[in-house]
């Protein structure tokens, strides 16, 4: 049972557009992961948020923490082609060793 | 450092098989986990150890499936008498800090026909 929902499930961009993904659950999380994966490849690690309402941006890509800590979002500007690929939030609460991950955002950015 | 290593990265095989997978975590990290992901979905944990003590598994761990880490480095999972649905990515983890960045492998693709 996935505890993140993702939401978009899938979206088809062009380049030079502008999208945000969101990750809710009902459950709080001492911190939340977002990784990007590309086809016959293991999800790599973008960046972890640690504090609710927390903001880190990575080149065009801005990720926030939910000021609850149960729900981030990931927004590029100017998407690129280099963008495409799966991303996954993965919440981490502290009394379980494992990372839970989202059901994940499948990316497309066409030309 | 050369990352996090599984092998086979493709497997085919015939329903009601045997499969064992590899995995060789980064050397330091004394954490290891395995997960399953199925086309276009995030992956779901299979289970945990810390060094060679297995610590935590899914209930989607039924009893064909077993997982070793004997001397706390590499680990393998087996899958006895393989079925369709077993068909997925299997992902292998390390990290050495709870909640910390994990490193995955590229995975190994099973195909059970």
């Known amino acids: 049972t996935q505890l993140l929902e993702q939401s978009p499930q899938f979206l088809s961009i062009q380049e030079g557009e502008n999208l945000t993904v969101y990750c809710n659950s009902s459950s709080v999380f001492s911190s939340l992961q977002w990784y990007r994966q590309e086809p016959g490849e293991g999800p790599v690690l973008l960046v972890t948020?640690?504090?609710?309402?927390e903001v880190k941006k990575l080149k065009r890509l801005t990720f926030q923490f939910g000021d609850a800590r149960k729900d981030s979002s990931l927004h590029i500007t100017a998407a690129q082609p280099g963008d495409t690929g799966l991303y996954l939030c993965?919440?981490?609460?502290?009394?379980?060793?494992?990372?839970?991950f989202g059901t994940g955002t499948r990316l497309q950015v066409t030309l | 450092d050369t990352g996090v290593s599984q092998n086979p990265r493709h497997k085919i095989t015939k329903r009601g098989q045997n499969v064992t997978f590899r995995c060789d975590p980064i050397s330091e990290h004394n954490r290891l986990y395995w997960y399953r992901q199925t086309l276009g979905q995030g992956p779901e944990f299979l289970t945990y150890f810390q060094n060679e003590a297995q610590l935590e598994k899914s209930r989607l761990l039924s009893d064909r499936f077993s997982a070793e880490r004997p001397k706390g480095s590499f680990s393998t999972l087996e899958i006895q008498r393989t079925e369709q649905g077993d068909s997925a990515m299997y992902l292998c983890?390390?990290?050495?800090?709870?909640?910390?960045?994990?490193?995955f492998g590229s995975g190994t693709r099973l195909t059970v026909v």
């Open positions: 948020v640690v504090t609710g309402g």
């Open positions: 983890a390390s990290s050495s800090i709870p909640g910390s960045r994990y490193t």
């Open positions: 993965a919440g981490y609460t502290g009394t379980a060793s494992k990372l839970t």
